[in-house]
């Protein structure tokens, strides 16, 4: 016969409650519920026994509403710990003892450990479940992808859509080549009416090849790579030519001091006859050595904050709309702007006379001009593309494609500066650029809700199209990281459970998950189907009093 449950004991144990209250003897209400007596007496017996826990609290945990509460306070010390934290069980059961909730549940490492499995493996399936039912009723869409891989040390491939943070791959792979990239995303996007047409990551060669080769989209350069390759170039070198030279000016400056000292000293004693040492140009020309020293130390210095003024330039620079001006920024001109900033390096790299190895580390950078111009060039073709979908009048057209695509990128650009005057001017710019378009007498205004909705929906999706930095991918391959130095280790299911969570539970400000803004409708909550999937709590067992340790040198009984 299987054992009853904590749930049923309570429910057991009410039901005897109720019917002693109403008069019946204990057999009698024994054999109403269909419990044998000793059974029961045994039950609450146990449920008062708790040791040195209050009774009130014994007798509430006793109850139905105590287990359905102490179920939920211990599948949330394990979802936090565990899932959130990147704890172990070990420190799950260290809570359940400090907490005195031991007395409880069984808080020892099996227990919990099965529990902790079962919590991972029903996250897993509430996922996949939420994720198949959102597919059925989500609309096609194009979308662009961020890639890149991390170790555990094993290979984790990770992919995520951008805009919405919807983890789309994660899972530990043999290689990371370009086949193996390109079957397991397959996998990963199977059921879901999605398109890939743009794919963001590093310069790695498997990376541009699944994306441009088999699934023939555009590859956008990740402009963080850039950056950092000119950065190579220039920040160490630099860094040791503003060393030496403040060692060489204070190198002067000591000599300085030292030819003042002489002088000094000198004169403060009694000298026969004869020349005295030519201490005025001594210090002339420790005084011209120390000029000369600090002029090259401050353009030493000046080039060092140029290199930083120009890697920054690079990204204040690569934009389908200028944010100075709002307008759109084609091939031609984001061209020029970059030409003229790479200009700008190479001189800076001769006049610093930088080494071979740098100007190798600018010359690798400045390769991915080109494939900075064709996403430029890819942005605005399909940009055009969708405007043109919606069959607007000519005027309506240059109105979305002018000032609400501007208008919605600059505000996209706004959120992530880290400046407060920063994005408060581009806050500002978009809200002009969008002005004219809330004007009762804009012919924009005369259309149905239903159209302006479409418009709407189809300028904020061109205006996501830009994609210039996988750092997404990134910030999740550190944390991905933090739980496997904990964990030491990253099973397949934990893996799993870690991705679900993230998709499915952690909300932004506006208190929206990841899948709710990919699929387009917010899935059930996650925590509260755990709460009707995950077993209830083991009970504790019945401790044995252990045996005092006997001293070695105690003398036995004969």
Same mark, same amino acid.
């Given at each position: 016969?299987?054992?009853?449950?904590?749930?049923?004991?309570?429910?057991?144990?009410?039901?005897?409650?109720?019917?002693?209250?109403?008069?019946?003897?204990?057999?009698?209400?024994?054999?109403?519920?269909?419990?044998?007596?000793?059974?029961? +007496?045994?039950?609450?017996?146990?449920?008062?026994? %708790?040791?040195?826990?209050?009774?009130?609290?014994?007798?509430?945990?006793?109850?139905?509403?105590? #287990?359905?509460?102490?179920?939920?306070?211990?599948?949330?010390?394990?979802?936090?710990?565990?899932? $959130?934290?990147?704890?172990?069980?070990?420190?799950?059961?260290?809570?359940?003892?400090?907490?005195?909730?031991?007395?409880? #549940?069984?808080?020892?490492?099996?227990?919990?450990?099965?529990?902790?499995?079962?919590?991972?493996?029903? &996250?897993?399936?509430?996922?996949?479940?939420?994720?198949?039912?959102?597919?059925?009723?989500?609309?096609?869409?194009?979308?662009? #992808?961020?890639?890149?891989?991390?170790?555990?040390?094993?290979?984790?491939?990770?992919?995520?859509? *951008? %805009?919405?943070?919807?983890?789309?791959?994660? !899972?530990?792979?043999?290689?990371?080549?370009?086949?193996?990239?390109?079957?397991?995303?397959?996998?990963?996007?199977?059921?879901?009416?999605?398109?890939? %047409?743009?794919?963001?990551?590093?310069?790695?060669?498997?990376?541009?090849?699944?994306?441009?080769?088999?699934? !023939?989209?555009?590859?956008?350069?990740?402009?963080?790579?850039?950056?950092?390759?000119?950065?190579?170039?220039?920040?160490?070198?630099?860094?040791?030519?503003?060393?030496?030279?403040?060692?060489?000016?204070?190198?002067?400056?000591?000599?300085?001091?030292?030819?003042?000292?002489?002088?000094?000293?000198?004169?403060?004693?009694?000298?026969?006859?004869?020349?005295?040492?030519?201490?005025?140009?001594?210090?002339?020309?420790?005084?011209? +050595?120390?000029?000369?020293?600090? #002029?090259?130390?401050?353009?030493?210095?000046? $080039?060092?904050?140029?290199?930083?003024?120009?890697?920054?330039?690079?990204?204040?620079?690569?934009?389908?709309?200028?944010?100075?001006?709002? =307008?759109?920024?084609?091939? =031609?001109?984001?061209?020029?702007?970059?030409?003229?900033?790479?200009?700008?390096?190479?001189?800076?790299?001769?006049?610093?006379?930088?080494?071979?190895?740098?100007?190798?580390?600018?010359?690798?950078?400045?390769?991915?001009?080109?494939?900075?111009?064709?996403?430029?060039?890819?942005?605005?073709?399909?940009?055009?593309? $969708? %405007?043109?979908?919606?069959?607007?009048?000519?005027?309506?057209?240059?109105?979305?494609?002018?000032?609400?695509?501007?208008?919605?990128?600059?505000? $996209? &650009?706004?959120?992530?500066?880290?400046?407060?005057?920063?994005?408060?001017?581009?806050?500002?710019? /978009?809200?002009?650029?969008?002005?004219?378009?809330?004007?009762?007498?804009?012919?924009?205004?005369?259309?149905?809700?239903?159209?302006?909705?479409?418009?709407?929906?189809?300028?904020?999706?061109?205006?996501?199209?830009?994609?210039?930095?996988?750092?997404?991918?990134?910030?999740?391959?550190?944390?991905? /990281?933090?739980?496997?130095?904990?964990?030491?280790?990253?099973?397949?299911?934990?893996?799993?459970?870690?991705?679900?969570?993230?998709?499915?539970?952690?909300?932004?400000?506006?208190?929206?998950?990841?899948?709710?803004?990919?699929?387009?409708?917010?899935?059930?909550?996650?925590?509260?189907?755990?709460? =009707? +999937?995950?077993?209830?709590?083991?009970? *504790? @067992?019945? @401790?044995?009093?252990?045996?005092?340790?006997? /001293?070695?040198?105690?003398?036995?009984?004969?």
């Amino acid at each position: 016969m299987k054992p009853a449950t904590r749930l049923e004991r309570a429910q057991t144990l009410t039901a005897a409650a109720s019917a002693c209250a109403a008069a019946q003897s204990e057999r009698q209400a024994a054999a109403a519920i269909g419990c044998p007596r000793s059974t029961l +007496r045994d039950w609450s017996h146990s449920a008062l026994a %708790v040791g040195d826990a209050p009774a009130a609290l014994a007798a509430f945990i006793a109850t139905e509403a105590g #287990v359905h509460w102490l179920h939920q306070l211990v599948l949330a010390i394990h979802f936090v710990i565990t899932l $959130r934290a990147g704890g172990g069980v070990r420190l799950v059961s260290e809570v359940l003892e400090l907490s005195g909730l031991s007395a409880f #549940v069984g808080a020892s490492y099996g227990s919990q450990q099965a529990l902790n499995a079962a919590l991972e493996q029903a &996250v897993v399936d509430i996922a996949a479940e939420q994720r198949q039912a959102l597919a059925a009723g989500m609309a096609p869409r194009q979308m662009t #992808v961020c890639e890149d891989e991390t170790f555990h040390p094993a290979i984790c491939l990770v992919a995520l859509e *951008p %805009v919405s943070n919807f983890i789309l791959l994660e !899972q530990y792979a043999e290689d990371r080549t370009a086949a193996t990239w390109t079957q397991a995303l397959a996998a990963a996007c199977a059921g879901l009416p999605i398109t890939l %047409v743009q794919g963001t990551s590093d310069e790695a060669t498997a990376l541009r090849r699944h994306i441009e080769h088999d699934h !023939q989209a555009q590859h956008s350069p990740d402009l963080f790579h850039l950056q950092h390759e000119v950065a190579k170039g220039t920040g160490l070198s630099l860094a040791r030519a503003v060393r030496e030279a403040d060692a060489e000016v204070a190198t002067a400056e000591a000599q300085l001091q030292a030819e003042r000292e002489a002088e000094q000293a000198y004169r403060q004693q009694r000298h026969g006859p004869g020349r005295p040492p030519a201490f005025a140009q001594r210090i002339q020309g420790a005084l011209q +050595r120390w000029a000369a020293a600090a #002029v090259a130390r401050d353009q030493t210095q000046a $080039r060092q904050e140029e290199a930083k003024t120009l890697i920054r330039a690079l990204g204040e620079a690569y934009h389908p709309f200028d944010l100075e001006r709002g =307008e759109a920024q084609p091939p =031609e001109r984001l061209g020029e702007r970059l030409n003229a900033i790479w200009q700008r390096l190479e001189a800076l790299a001769e006049a610093a006379d930088l080494p071979a190895r740098a100007r190798a580390h600018l010359q690798k950078a400045k390769r991915l001009n080109t494939a900075l111009l064709t996403t430029i060039a890819f942005f605005f073709a399909t940009v055009h593309q $969708r %405007v043109e979908a919606l069959n607007l009048a000519p005027d309506l057209e240059t109105a979305v494609l002018e000032q609400r695509i501007p208008a919605i990128y600059l505000e $996209r &650009v706004a959120t992530k500066c880290s400046g407060a005057e920063a994005r408060q001017c581009l806050a500002a710019l /978009s809200a002009q650029r969008l002005a004219p378009l809330r004007a009762a007498d804009h012919p924009i205004q005369a259309l149905e809700a239903t159209q302006r909705a479409e418009i709407e929906q189809v300028a904020s999706d061109c205006a996501n199209l830009f994609q210039r930095s996988s750092s997404a991918v990134e910030g999740r391959n550190g944390q991905l /990281s933090l739980f496997h130095h904990g964990c030491h280790r990253l099973s397949a299911r934990k893996l799993s459970a870690l991705t679900a969570v993230h998709n499915f539970y952690i909300r932004r400000a506006d208190q929206t998950t990841a899948a709710e803004r990919f699929f387009g409708r917010a899935p059930p909550p996650l925590f509260e189907q755990l709460l =009707e +999937r995950v077993p209830l709590p083991p009970r *504790p @067992r019945r @401790r044995r009093a252990c045996a005092p340790k006997v /001293s070695y040198l105690t003398p036995m009984a004969a």
